[in-house]
């Protein structure tokens, strides 16, 4: 659509009037935190010139040739003035192509003063003029609206398609530069868009809805035998607690593994879309389905790709990616002490910071952390069937590369069991998932916000409510086993997602002898 603007020359009667200033929101990102950005304009007599200043990126310079084309190909006579377009704060670097729509508006209505006040606008801009996305718009707003920074927006309408899940902001969708003028002539900003609905199993917990799938890619039902590890894969579900399995070659880790997605708890909107946020991040689009992300980086992968960083501009890593879901490392004491150590930080605070000399970032990374390694280098040592060839110090310089209080932030450990020709499948992913949901239930209609094995200390406190017989058992484990602080509040989460699993209100005898089961052996 395109839509005549009379000529930006400024009439004889009114050149000696002061320059104009016209104002439009944007924003740009600072890691996955967006900071609003006020665009503005000025039209002053002199030689004719085009600047952007305000730390503008060079993909926000070269927007300086896409908006002189868009507006000519619109009818629009760029007008012989000194054009100047200032994006404040002035101490903050700005960058992406979403910036091209509100300078280009600015240019085209300079002959009116308006301010728009709270009106966000982002797009990219075609030669022709059409408006175009670009995957930093769902991160941006998302981050606007978590900061109730912004209730409405000029978007593009190719991005209606994912912006529309976020909802409490009105979203106004233009194809091009021509009906964008438009509409801020008229100041007629209305929502032409209509709320998304998520096509999944919804779940009504007091106020709040949660989502899941009942899909099973690949089903615990394929795994024979393994009983102990399964009634563990369930607890760390149910809870979202830390897992770690160790045994032979190909006893069934990795297959655990990559069953435990398909059977974590419901999602509610806030995680779908932090999710996505951090996908988008990453260069891909979600599909928002109600499934929790699993990241699965292979050993050799470098700090960096891990965490997050670059040398310019930080990049979102597998770290911040496991978001809301599970992070998997295959071959544990195979990745480097510096990765390991470095894991401690996001497995106590939820968080990864990344320091560069521009900047210092922080993510998201509140995931369900699940580990597998062999007993020893060669993977025979606690097999009854075939011959360890590792010596006693390749043995203990193997087990060594993890340090105690690493290992101290994992809730669950299990040593699996050797493969028998008598195993059999006992159990489904459907029944699992079902006993999940059940336990979900049970912690919300609690009042938890956060599931047992993210629980704070306070919570714990709070919610892990111990009878009188399970309070001597944990007291006798206490001095048996020289429990820290951490093990003592991992033991009492972990004894609070089987006592939902069974459907008790307090945590009893069997619930609290069961949890200290699962600690490591020294």
Not at 43 to 55: D, H, I, M, R, S
Not at 92 to 120: C, S, V
Not at 364 to 377: G, L, T, Y
Request: some cysteine; charged content about 25%; hydrophobic content about 40%.
């Amino acid at each position: 659509m395109n839509a005549k603007v009379d000529s930006g020359t400024i009439p004889p009667d009114e050149e000696k009037r002061e320059a104009i200033v016209n104002r439009l929101l944007c924003a740009t990102l600072e890691g996955v935190q967006a900071k609003a950005i006020e665009v503005e304009a000025t039209f002053t007599k002199g030689l004719p010139g085009f600047a952007v200043v305000g730390l503008a990126s060079s993909d926000i310079q070269e927007a300086r040739e896409r908006v002189k084309s868009a507006l000519l190909t619109n009818d629009f006579v760029f007008p012989p003035l000194k054009v100047t377009i200032n994006l404040s704060p002035s101490d903050i670097k700005k960058n992406g192509t979403h910036f091209d729509l509100p300078i280009a508006l600015l240019i085209a209505l300079n002959k009116g003063a308006f301010d728009e006040e709270g009106l966000f606008v982002f797009g990219e801009l075609g030669l022709d003029g059409r408006v175009k996305t670009s995957s930093m718009l769902f991160p941006l707003i998302l981050s606007l609206k978590e900061q109730r920074m912004i209730k409405r927006a000029i978007v593009p309408r190719e991005a209606i398609g994912y912006l529309s899940h976020i909802s409490g902001v009105e979203f106004i969708a233009v194809e091009s530069l021509g009906e964008a003028i438009t509409l801020v002539q008229s100041g007629a900003f209305r929502s032409n868009t209509e709320s998304f609905s998520y096509d999944a199993e919804r779940l009504e917990i007091g106020e709040g809805s949660y989502f899941y799938e009942k899909e099973y890619e690949s089903d615990f039902a394929d795994i024979k035998g393994q009983k102990v590890a399964k009634r563990a894969s369930l607890i760390a579900a149910a809870g979202m607690h830390n897992f770690m399995m160790e045994g032979s070659p190909g006893c069934g880790k990795s297959m655990i593994a990559k069953r435990l997605r398909d059977i974590l708890p419901p999602v509610y909107e806030e995680e779908i879309l932090s999710i996505a946020k951090h996908q988008f991040l990453d260069g891909v689009t979600p599909d928002f389905s109600a499934h929790r992300p699993i990241r699965a980086p292979h050993h050799t992968a470098t700090t960096a790709s891990i965490f997050g960083g670059g040398s310019q501009q930080a990049r979102i890593g597998e770290v911040a990616l496991a978001h809301k879901g599970i992070l998997f490392f295959d071959e544990l004491p195979h990745f480097s002490k510096n990765i390991l150590e470095a894991l401690r930080e996001p497995l106590q605070d939820k968080k990864v910071h990344i320091a560069r000399v521009n900047a210092k970032i922080e993510y998201e990374a509140d995931f369900m952390f699940v580990a597998a390694m062999n007993p020893c280098p060669c993977g025979n040592l606690l097999s009854k069937t075939k011959t360890c060839r590792c010596s006693e110090m390749e043995i203990k310089r193997y087990q060594n590369r993890l340090s105690d209080p690493f290992l101290d932030r994992i809730d669950l450990f299990v040593v699996m069991q050797e493969v028998s020709s008598t195993d059999k499948s006992d159990v489904s992913s459907r029944v699992m998932h079902d006993a999940v949901i059940e336990a979900f239930k049970r912690q919300k209609e609690r009042g938890q916000g956060r599931l047992n094995g993210k629980l704070t200390e306070e919570e714990v406190e709070k919610y892990c409510i111990l009878e009188p017989e399970a309070t001597k058992i944990l007291e006798s484990g206490i001095q048996r086993f020289a429990l820290s602080h951490r093990s003592i509040a991992s033991i009492k989460k972990i004894a609070r997602t089987i006592a939902d699993l069974c459907g008790n209100t307090k945590i009893g005898k069997k619930d609290i002898l069961e949890a200290l089961s699962y600690r490591k052996r020294k």
